[in-house]
């Protein structure tokens, strides 16, 4: 590996870069196992320690180059603090939000800035089915390497569509649904009229101004012990638990 390649994928660790290049690295083999079983548009794998069979099968079915590395540079390549010693570079995959079909559900996150909470809530919405995540533009990359990690995979079921202000709502069709305090309690409702958008915003300040001006129903998680409020992603699962209860 040459110093410019190096540096490109050092250099992936920065937003800038990702959008500039439209890639992104992955690291562990469960991840990339879960990528090349999806059919992600891996680029190339870089290993510092000995690949599975099956890895090594599916990276040849599809052509993916395998580069082994020493420990040394994987380190240097790799975010976390300890390496893996197995990454992959991905594309970035090219997602217009035109695209999503009228009859979809999606989650809108307004103002999610924690990578632990983003990436958790995409998993969660691959587990019930939902994998359509539109962004506000205060939301953090989806391809931050702390959003893929939480992620465990979900990155390849899901699209994700960056940077779409709140008019995007209140053009859309589907039934808007917002996660607030003082809404209806979930377990009130016997069903939803799909489809639907579910919005959930920051911790602190809930969503912003700007969607609750708009006709939408308000869906609350009933508290019966103590606490001032949910994380947002534990709040996003139990509501989509709800959502699918018909399905469960």
């Known amino acids: 590996m040459n110093e410019k390649e190096i540096k490109r994928l050092t250099s992936l660790h920065i937003k800038k870069y990702r959008d500039e290049h439209k890639q ?19 680029v190339k794998l870089y290993s510092a320690s000995e690949l599975e069979e099956s890895i090594i099968t599916a990276a ?14 994987a380190q240097k390549i790799s975010s976390t603090v300890s390496p893996s010693g197995v ?8 997602k ?22 983003l990436g958790t809530i995409a998993r969660t919405a691959v587990w019930f089915g939902v994998k359509h995540i539109v962004l506000s533009e205060t939301c953090a990359d989806p391809y931050n390497s702390k959003v893929v990690r ?35 309690s979930i377990n009130k409702f016997k069903s939803i009229a ?10 602190p300040k809930g ?11 308000a869906l609350s998680i009933p508290k019966v012990g103590y606490g001032e409020s949910l994380n947002v992603a534990m709040a996003a699962g139990i509501i989509l638990s709800s959502l699918n209860r018909e399905k469960m």
């Open 24 to 42: 992104f690295l992955i690291e562990g083999k469960r991840i990339i196992a879960e990528a090349l079983e999806s059919g992600a548009d891996i």
């Open 60 to 73: 040849n079915d599809h052509k993916i180059p395998i580069e082994n590395v020493d420990e040394r540079l």
């Open 87 to 94: 990454l992959a570079l991905c594309s970035i995959p090219k």
């Open 96 to 117: 217009d939000i035109s695209s999503i079909q009228k009859n979809e559900n999606c989650i809108y996150l307004d103002c999610v800035r924690d990578p632990g909470n």
């Open 150 to 184: 939480s992620g465990m995979g979900a990155h390849f079921y899901s699209n994700f569509y960056s940077k779409i202000s709140t008019s995007w709502l209140h053009q859309n069709t589907r039934k808007i649904l917002v996660a607030e305090i003082g809404g209806k």
């Open 194 to 203: 799909k489809p639907w958008v579910l919005v959930m915003g920051s911790e």
């Open 207 to 217: 969503v912003s101004e700007e969607i609750l001006i708009e006709n939408y129903q």
